[in-house]
């Protein structure tokens, strides 16, 4: 059975570029949840929804981020403008909502220049 | 919110020896504790978890323990083995799928 697909891999932009990440989760997981590791850290929440909806985006910065899981499957997160201080691996996660054990991804290592 | 403190930062262990890494969470209400193995380059993988209406569990070298009580949870890895290097993360969350809030690692060094 396939994990939890993101791309792309690596990503390098200069600062005020727009970028995107893209994640397709477990065949059957409804849940699906973006994390953000900064170096030497533990994930951090960004945005977690149940099929379609953002049921806890509380720790998303808005005015810059957006994301969105058309049809409950596949999820798109944007980022724009990026800074420098957004340069860290964004993980993306997926589980049944019964049970709560997520997969993540490989994550998608951004560096902003 | 939940606040989760995991210790040591680093550990080293002779190939063969026992590891223990304990983390403590400070909300009362949170009753899933995960422990997650990442190695360099890869995201997390789920090793073993506990949910509150238990004490322990084990999964051949791997056991946690988890005390509500003190509100704190350790993993042990007994036997350790070289492909047991990694970064160990706890956490700490709701039942189902509520914000798991995560320490910030343990980097476990096996000397063969």
């Known amino acids: 059975e396939a994990g939890v697909v993101q791309s792309p891999r690596y990503k390098i932009i200069e600062k005020k570029q727009p970028v995107a990440f893209w994640c397709n989760p477990i065949s059957g997981h409804n849940t699906l949840y973006w994390y953000l590791q900064n170096l030497g850290q533990g994930p951090e929440l960004l945005i977690r929804y149940e099929n379609e909806e953002a049921v806890d985006d509380s720790q998303l910065p808005k005015d810059r981020f957006s994301a969105e899981r058309l049809k409950g499957v596949d999820s798109t997160l944007k980022i724009q403008p990026a800074e420098l201080g957004d340069s860290a691996v964004y993980l993306c996660?997926?589980?049944?909502?019964?049970?709560?054990?997520?997969?993540f991804g490989p994550g998608t290592r951004l560096t902003v220049l | 919110g939940e606040n989760v403190e995991q210790h040591p930062s680093t550990l080293s262990v002779q190939e063969g020896d026992s590891a223990v890494i304990k983390c403590t969470y400070s909300?009362?209400?949170?009753?899933?504790f995960p422990w997650y193995k990442q190695e360099l380059g890869k995201g997390p993988q789920l090793i073993i978890d506990i949910r509150s209406n238990v004490g322990e569990k084990k999964d051949q070298r791997i056991a946690v323990t988890l005390n509500k009580t003190a509100k704190h949870f350790s993993l042990h890895i007994t036997e350790t083995q070289p492909e047991d290097s990694a970064v160990y993360f706890c956490a700490a969350g709701g039942l189902g799928n509520e914000k798991l809030t995560f320490g910030t690692g343990t980097r476990l060094t096996i000397i063969p």
């Open positions: 996660a997926s589980s049944f909502r019964s049970d709560g054990r997520a997969v």
């Open positions: 909300d009362s209400a949170s009753n899933y």
